[in-house]
């Protein structure tokens, strides 16, 4: 018993079949009592009044849009040594989440902004990251749309997000050289001293719980319709020869 | 290999468009910008570094297609794929002549359109070496993006969607160089990493490159 018999894509999608349902209860649990309870029970912050519950979407999708990216990284890797198909077709259905999980921080991000830096947008190093990220998944998703051997497309994109993932990490240390930030360092720490004040962390941790199984969630399901148009597209194929 | 390198700076001059269109979208980049913005050359000095290394990374991005695409079309890749000399090699000399004949122009032009910007002369040497240093590891990370998609028709803007992306640090740094020293101050740190972007970009990516041409030549 060992996890590669999950490439297989029958028991893949026997096994997905059967988590899906937790995964979306989970999801929806950990959105609704984090959003709701950092929403209506949490205290406005002294200083930042009740902008300051942005953060319950703007954290978890700015951590998701970075995940995304890496979850992508490993699934290509793995497509590359051992070619699972399984594995590539998940690193294609989850470029389309990352990409609205990164839509989805800078938006907050800019709504949060105004109020409290005075401006919608700073050329602040996060802030431009971010928006490289954003450009590199754009690029990945085009890259995948326009080739049509599926195999040359999981090869070329998986090359694409290993030799991206690289300049992304260069990108995002030299936009530090480039310029100083606005943006606050990061909320979440194992240092007490440092972390976010209790009253907002732990629906945040929900809240965080939830948009990991989402993203799970939304993975799976895009894993599954991309495994079946493929079989979708050899049935067809077979019966066009026949 | 220095065959190949002959060959392809042969071709780039014969078949016309090679050495000139480059440096000729350069130069209209150089002269629009300040139809733009307005003719105050004190505001144009302050911008004329970031509008001499946009411009040139952006001539530069246009001609990328030429680096593999004519070669991929009648053949003659497939040819050098069963050649002795390695892929990689292929791919270093194809990105190092594509380096001549675009980006060296836009280097050695650079000082005189910088002068239209409102730099000083003595500034000039700078922008002059930080395009020296940089635009070869434009050259190669742009034979990555071409060799991807190679195989794709109407490729061109899907290129730009790719490379640009990844032409992000050299930029920084490449910019840096500049600015810094004209603001008097010490360029360093930025001089030394861009050079090692371009160092590890030639030493590095070809890898990367050939395997994506073997993908797509499959």
């Known amino acids: 018993m060992s996890l590669w018999e999950y490439a297989n894509p029958v028991k893949f999608l026997n096994l997905s079949d059967k988590v899906l349902p937790f995964f979306a209860g989970f999801s929806i649990i950990g959105l609704a009592v984090g959003l709701f309870w950092g929403f209506f029970f949490t205290p406005d912050d002294y200083r930042q009044g009740s902008t300051v519950k942005i953060i319950y979407l703007h954290v978890p999708s700015a951590l998701m849009a970075i995940n995304a990216w890496f979850m992508m990284l490993v699934a290509s890797v793995i497509w590359l040594v051992r070619r699972h198909h399984v594995s590539a077709l998940a690193a294609k259905a989850a470029a389309p989440v990352g990409v609205t999980m990164t839509m989805v921080a800078l938006v907050t991000g800019a709504l949060w902004g ?26 990945y998703i085009a890259l995948w749309s ?23 990490i260069l990108s995002r240390y030299a936009v530090n050289f480039w310029n100083q930030g606005l943006h606050q360092g990061a909320s979440l720490s194992l240092d007490k001293e440092k972390n976010v004040a209790d009253v907002f962390y732990q629906p945040l941790l929900f809240s965080i719980f939830g948009f990991v199984f989402l993203f799970l969630t939304l993975v799976l399901i895009g894993t599954r319709t991309e495994i079946r148009l493929r079989r979708a597209e050899a049935l067809r194929l077979r019966k066009n020869r026949e | 290999m220095i065959a190949l390198l002959q060959r392809d700076l042969i071709l780039a001059v014969r078949a016309g468009g090679g050495f ?6 350069f130069l209209i980049v150089v002269i629009l910008v300040p139809l733009g913005i307005g003719p ?9 570094v970031g509008i001499l290394w946009v411009g040139a990374l ?13 070669d991929y079309d009648d053949g003659t890749l497939e040819l050098l794929l069963t050649s002795p000399i390695p892929l990689e090699a292929v791919v270093t000399v194809k990105s190092f002549s594509h380096w001549i004949t675009t980006g060296l122009p836009l280097v050695v032009i650079s000082p005189i359109l910088g002068l239209l910007l409102g730099l000083q002369v003595s500034d000039l040497k700078w922008v002059f070496i930080s395009l020296l240093l940089g635009t070869p590891a434009l050259s190669v990370i742009g034979a990555f993006g071409a060799a991807l998609t190679v195989g794709i028709r109407r490729g061109g803007l899907l290129l730009s969607l790719l490379v640009l992306p990844l032409y992000v640090p050299t930029l920084i740094f490449g910019a840096n160089v500049a600015r810094k020293s004209l603001a008097d101050i010490s360029n360093n740190s930025a001089l030394l990493i861009l050079t090692a972007v371009t160092l590890a970009a030639f030493s590095i990516l070809p890898f990367a490159s050939a395997l994506v041409l073997r993908i797509n030549l499959r």
Do not use: H
């Open chain 1, 114 to 139: 105004q109020p409290m830096w005075g401006t919608w947008w700073a050329w602040d190093p996060r802030l431009t990251s971010f928006l490289i990220l954003f450009l590199f998944y754009l690029g």
């Open chain 1, 146 to 168: 326009s080739i049509d051997n599926p195999d040359t497309a999981a090869d070329l994109t998986s090359m694409l997000c290993i030799v991206g993932s690289v300049f992304a």
């Open chain 2, 20 to 25: 000139g269109l480059g440096m000729a979208f």
């Open chain 2, 40 to 48: 105050d050359m004190e505001i144009l000095s302050k911008v004329s």
């Open chain 2, 58 to 70: 952006l001539a530069c991005v246009l001609s990328l297609d030429r680096i593999f695409s004519l």
